[in-house]
């Protein structure tokens, strides 16, 4: 019986367990020896398992570490010269204006480009509104329809 690839990796699982019974184990091998993919899966999984099994690492470092760190520290080239002129308690200062200046400006910019934008947009929006309502559709009306009542809305008057 041919199993596929997502019950081959459920049954490596249970194999790497030592829970496969054994008609599963065959049918498994079968399809590890014509499958790369799961193949390679089972060798990843060996891998992590192998990982999980090796003795853990202090996490304490060791008694030079400190030494070590604190002497790249200090040979340091400290800060970059761009803001060093500068005192540390104005930088944020400095920071909030700049920031502040981007705004404006911006603001700014949109206003003029805006302006420049709707100069030909005011001889255009009768056309638009005309086009966008259709009033003519509305004129073989009867006076008294919706129609007719919504077109004399639309321009103003009271039917």
């Not at 049954?11 to 799961?38: E, F, G, K, Y």
């Not at 309502?133 to 009271?158: I, K, T």
């Amino acid at each position: 019986m041919k199993i596929t690839c997502k019950k081959a990796r459920k049954n490596i699982s249970l194999a790497l367990d030592c829970r496969l019974q054994m008609q599963a184990l065959t049918q498994l091998q079968t399809h590890l020896d014509v499958c790369p993919a799961c193949r390679d899966w089972q060798q990843e999984q060996l891998w992590l398992l192998k990982l999980l099994q090796a003795p853990q690492i202090s996490n304490q470092p060791s008694v030079d570490f400190y030494k070590m760190l604190q002497s790249q520290i200090n040979e340091s080239p400290g800060q970059p010269k761009l803001v060093a002129f500068l005192p540390s308690a104005l930088r944020p200062s400095l920071l909030r204006a700049a920031m502040l200046l981007i705004l404006i400006l911006s603001a700014l910019f949109g206003f003029i480009l805006s302006g420049r934008l709707d100069a030909g947009a005011i001889d255009s929006t009768a056309m638009v509104f005309s086009r966008t309502v259709n009033l003519e559709a509305f004129a073989d009306l009867p006076a008294e329809s919706f129609g007719a009542v919504y077109a004399h809305l639309l321009q103003g008057e009271r039917p």
